[in-house]
């Protein structure tokens, strides 16, 4: 190693020595304080040095710096028994060391060591008060789908037409569990009112099937949140909507130029009816529950929705066999149940190659929209009963209505 990297390396030790030991000696009292800024930098400075010299003199290092640790320990047990100071003092000994052949890394993560180490208050709050027994027990029961079961399922489909794998089928489970979840958080941390609806629009350009399904858990739990919920839902699909434009504006311009008012008019109708949802919930402002109550999903709805989304895509593959190409457009719409994005890239690709006219492409985009609007308003119904399903049918009409005005006009 050449003096630039070795300087490069100490000097990003010395550094982030100096930043975890300035947060550790601002959070402790001086007499409860073993190791405070200059040992912080004194350490990662060694652990530096230790691996620049030889891997072997690091792991000595770093057992003198473990056995020194574990001897202040002993001494502040009785006033301090918590580990944390312990635990920094080690993690600046190890970034000091990687500094020594990956800077950028040692340093990124001594960021994120100092940030810990100063959101102690906000972090035992978090912890001990803001999150209840019950909003644990739906953490984990996410982080079980999500990081042990998904990475042990196969990605290869299992039906001959290669459209629905256990992979899949799974994210599509885990996804809708996950935006109960933000949305449940959001409500917690902005108000039914406008947690919802922020969770609602960004979840929509993930999937705004799963979000429809989330808040109409949400409107089943608390009836008092059925319009709040709608609204979010239909914000949902307004994020779902805009991301169906750039779909169709990717695969082929021609239809995106030939369609521009259908998508104009959609957007206007489905704003309109959103504006109402939430001015009708602000008045309605009094009526929301205390945040902390019900689950924030429910697994058993999040399965059957991703099985029928499975089921919708295992029908289009099978009458697209039977009629072939000229059955490709109503497969599509069938897709549209399931997903509406890979329909309208479907009938957006059909139209770029030339095996459908962009008049005729034109058409078949509304038709899709009708079909998702369909999928989701009797999703809607299942997942958070009539007055919820109503209202989000009625914001999906709206936007039907307005795309099919826009094409007549255009």
Known sequence: ???????????????????????????????????????????????????????????????????????????????????????????????????????????????????????????????????????????????????????????????????????????????????????????????????????????????????????????????????ASAAAALLANLASLLLFVAVVAAASPALLQASAAAFAGAVGGLLLVIAGLLAKAHSNGGLQPQAGHGKAFKIQQALLIAGLIAGVSLLAAWLEELFGHSGALAAAIIVALAEVHAAAAGVAQLAAIGKLPVQVASIGIIAVLAASCLSKGVIACIAGGRRYGLLVGSGLLAMLAGALIGLLLG
């Not at 912890?127 to 644990?136: D, M, P, T």
């Not at 809708?176 to 959001?186: K, P, R």
Request: proline share 5%.
């Open 1 to 227: 190693m050449d003096w630039n990297q070795a300087s490069t390396a100490l000097f990003t030790a010395l550094g982030l020595g100096l930043m975890i030991g300035v947060v550790r000696e601002r959070a402790q009292p001086p007499h409860l304080l073993p190791a405070g800024t200059r040992t912080h930098a004194l350490v990662a400075l060694l652990g530096c040095t230790a691996w620049l010299l030889s891997p072997w003199v690091m792991v000595a290092v770093l057992l003198a710096v473990t056995a020194l640790t574990v001897i202040a320990y002993r001494a502040s047990v009785a006033e301090d028994p918590g580990l944390t100071g312990e635990i920094a003092l080690l993690m600046t000994c190890l970034l000091g060391g990687l500094a020594a052949h990956q800077a950028s890394l040692a340093a990124a993560l001594a960021v994120v060591v100092a940030i810990l180490l100063q959101a102690k208050a906000p972090l035992q709050k978090l912890s001990r008060e803001w999150i209840s027994e019950g909003e644990i027990q739906d953490i984990l029961m996410l982080a079980a789908p999500a990081l042990v079961v998904m990475p042990l399922l196969p990605e290869q489909p299992l039906d001959r037409w290669g459209v629905v794998s256990p992979m899949t089928v799974w994210k599509i489970v885990v996804l809708i569990m996950a935006v109960g979840m933000f949305g449940h958080f959001a409500q917690r941390l902005l108000g039914a009112r406008w947690g919802l609806a922020i969770a609602g629009f960004f979840a929509g350009f993930a999937s705004s099937t799963a979000a429809v399904t989330s808040m109409g858990q949400q409107a089943r739990n608390h009836s008092a949140l059925t319009i």
